[in-house]
């Protein structure tokens, strides 16, 4: 042999994708090369401009071609509220799921000191001058429930209360649709302990 | 709005991958973005050679970037030996589960009347042409035992005939390691219809 076959290449090359074996990445070479050139042709374009020029939001650190992302330098986003997720992909979904018309803030992390990631590398430093400089109105922490996200979310809380920011978390629980026979323990205990009580009448606070 | 952002543009260009749904596209492009940039950068530019330069082989019409295939143009492959086979992923799968020495003719698809699909789109005017100049010595028919693939085996049969070439079929049964109670029931009638008779001496034909 002299050099590996392109077709062995794409398919070694593919496998670079999260979730995609050989199997998968030997389908999808033969079905871009059978069956959909120019799909293939437009996603090779438009993977190598996007792993060129996407970088990070200076505002948010969410991924974007620009200096500030779509939601950063929309101006009728509401900089009031303020929504800190974990990962970029949190963004999408909660942009997905939800109305909510604020603006978000990226760690592209979370606390665990073990693996040597400190407040410093989720630019917590970057997020206490925006708490100093122009204090948002609510802060939504939406870290994901696992250990070390909470403890992340703490972190927050704490930083929030010096610079007297209210805080409010995403709500934890059994999820709509589920059932609480198929729910895991530590959900279930945790929607039982956080438990609300319903009003006949509206409740004012 | 003005132009998609290229996050998304980049998800929209991954859903051409077949198995690739909104969740996973999404998956991908953070991940290569966020943890493997240069994989990305490779891949981008694997595929769009790919795309670029991958064609046929004028012999077996196997997928190749050059004018003969790798297995075609290798010169210790047993010409006398001719596997006919669906499409190019049989190829590599019989390379990568069998020690077959001999050389392919890759269909690119089975007959299929009502499709349009008949023998000239399969290239069996070039197979005809073959089996007159420089006839294989067997031939092993190994399309995929489906409707239209037992049709297109029986086609290849008649035309094998025509030439007095021996043509063998790939033996399909109860897979290894399967078990009879999970085996579906077409699968197994024709298992127990083709049964082989075993002998306690080694036998002669």
Excluded: W
């Amino acid at each position: 042999m002299t050099a590996q076959p392109l077709l062995e290449q794409l398919i070694d090359a593919l496998r670079c994708l999260p979730g995609v074996g050989p199997k998968s990445a030997q389908r999808m070479a033969l079905h871009l090369l059978e069956r959909n050139r120019e799909g293939g042709v437009r996603l090779s374009e438009v993977m190598a401009q996007a792993m060129q020029e996407i970088g990070r939001c200076v505002e948010c650190r969410d991924l974007t071609e620009f200096e500030r992302c779509g939601i950063c330098s929309n101006q009728s986003r509401d900089r009031r509220q303020l929504c800190i997720v974990e990962s970029p992909v949190d963004v999408l979904a909660l942009e997905q799921a939800t109305t909510f018309r604020g603006v978000y803030f990226v760690l592209l992390g979370r606390l665990s000191p073990l693996d040597g990631i400190g407040p410093a590398e989720l630019g917590l430093d970057q997020l206490a001058t925006r708490f100093e400089e122009s204090p948002p109105e609510e802060i939504i922490v939406a870290t994901n429930p696992t250990v070390e996200g909470e403890a992340t979310a703490y972190y927050l809380q704490r930083m929030a209360a010096k610079h007297d920011i209210p805080v409010s978390m995403i709500a934890h629980g059994v999820p709509l649709g589920g059932e609480l026979e198929y729910t895991d323990q530590t959900t279930l205990a945790h929607a039982f302990g956080t438990r609300q009580r319903v009003a006949p009448e509206p409740v004012k606070d």
